[in-house]
């Protein structure tokens, strides 16, 4: 394998050069013997200082490729007592032994399993699943390598399923009926944490999402797994149907899946379901993770995360967001300046979802209201 130097973060990996590895002058990280995307240095950064503030005494990085991740949060997150780096690719585990070492790590395991096997081995406060795709088959997994009152967090890449673009691979991977809704990228987050909910449900934990977001071609969220049938019984009782109207662009959150026409102007819906329709992000862990951002202020992504970590904060409070180009489209007027709707409805925030979207604890007819006047 023809390898290079990466620094990112504190961490000093090789990865495969890509230039050994380009087809007609384009690459992609799938094509290389082991799996190393600069474009995931977003994802990493946010995971170190979630994971920071986690403190677990042992981490589970159950796809591990270079190493890249668990060799970070020893090395800026936390000094946890074990960390097992686990890839079943066995050209992943000849790197990995290379990067952990010039990475001077000194408790640590490495395994050559499937990541399921090793989920089921191992029993760990922190779980990160990072798979290509659909996190799908390994959140049950994930929830059973993980303690009483540990967190588990997974990468999800699969946004057509996700977003209600492949139902059939939706249904197929989520056991969700799902349609095309103008709030998709939040619906997709929200199919995924119900999945969570459901698995998490049949080892008697609920759930209390921590740290959850949508970027650009996937989704990374961290849950903390809480013990006790009860509270798994509270957290399916979180879940829900996500409606749309097809005629005036009604949407809302319901726990009855079984709802035929829209409750402001008896259109048919749309629906998707089940999903979770609780809090996708922990105010506390939020205020946490701002207040702490500043030791990471070396980090490549440190002011787009202090963005993002704002924008989350503030979006929040609020439900589902209005994609305010699909309503003015069913409204056939133009869509003023989102600023000015912002203005208008006062209690409302952007959403780092859709950069068209937000949320609002206003009814419906003002936002229509709000969009229309100028
Ligand atoms: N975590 C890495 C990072 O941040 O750079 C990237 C992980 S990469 C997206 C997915 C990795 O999972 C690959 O190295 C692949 O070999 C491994 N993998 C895929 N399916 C697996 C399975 N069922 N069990 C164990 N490893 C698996």
């Not at 977003?42 to 920071?52: E, G, Q």
């Not at 589970?60 to 970070?72: K, Q």
């Not at 207040?291 to 589902?320: D, Q, R, T």
Request: aromatic letters at 10%; a positive charge; glycine letters at 6%.
């Amino acid at each position: 394998t023809k390898l290079y130097e990466v620094v990112e973060g504190k961490a000093k990996i090789l990865a495969p050069d890509p230039s050994a590895y380009s087809r007609e002058g384009k690459y992609d990280p799938s094509w290389a013997p082991v799996f190393y995307n600069p474009k995931m240095t977003f994802n990493r950064d946010a995971s170190v200082i979630a994971v920071s503030l986690l403190s677990p005494k042992s981490i589970l990085d159950s796809m591990s490729a270079t190493g890249i991740r668990g060799i970070r949060y020893n090395l800026e997150s936390v000094s946890p007592d074990e960390t097992i780096f686990n890839d079943k690719n066995p050209a992943a585990i000849t790197l990995l032994r290379i990067n952990v070492e010039r990475n001077g790590l000194k408790n640590y395991k490495i395994t050559q399993l499937d990541a399921n096997v090793a989920m089921h081995q191992f029993k760990v406060d922190f779980t990160d699943v990072d798979p290509f795709g659909s996190p799908s088959p390994f959140t049950l997994g994930a929830v059973a390598s993980t303690r009483r009152g540990g967190v588990i967090a997974l990468t999800a890449t699969d946004l057509a399923p996700l977003e209600g673009s492949s139902r059939a691979s939706c249904f197929r991977k989520y056991g969700v009926r799902t349609s095309k809704l103008s709030y998709s990228k939040e619906a997709g987050l929200r199919i995924l944490l119900g999945k969570v909910v459901r698995d998490a449900a049949l080892f008697e934990r609920g759930v209390v999402p921590l740290f959850s977001f949508y970027k650009e071609y996937y989704y990374r969220l961290f849950v903390k797994l809480e013990p006790g049938a009860k509270r798994a019984d509270k957290s399916l009782q979180e879940l829900g149907t996500m409606y749309e109207c097809t005629k005036c662009g009604y949407i809302f959150l319901d726990t009855d899946p079984c709802i035929r026409s829209c409750p402001l102007c008896g259109g048919s819906l749309l629906s998707s379901g089940p999903a979770w329709t609780g809090s996708i992000n922990d105010e506390v862990f939020l205020d946490k993770m701002r207040s702490v951002l500043e030791k990471f202020s070396y980090l490549k992504s440190y002011s787009e995360l202090s963005y993002l970590l704002n924008l989350l904060k503030n979006e929040n409070k609020y439900k589902l967001y209005y994609n305010l180009s699909v309503i003015a489209s069913k409204l056939r007027t133009n869509m003023r300046p989102i600023h000015k709707v912002l203005e208008c409805l006062g209690d409302a925030s952007r959403t780092h979802f859709n950069n068209v979207g937000i949320k609002t604890s206003r009814e419906f007819k003002e936002v229509v209201e709000c969009l229309k006047s100028s």
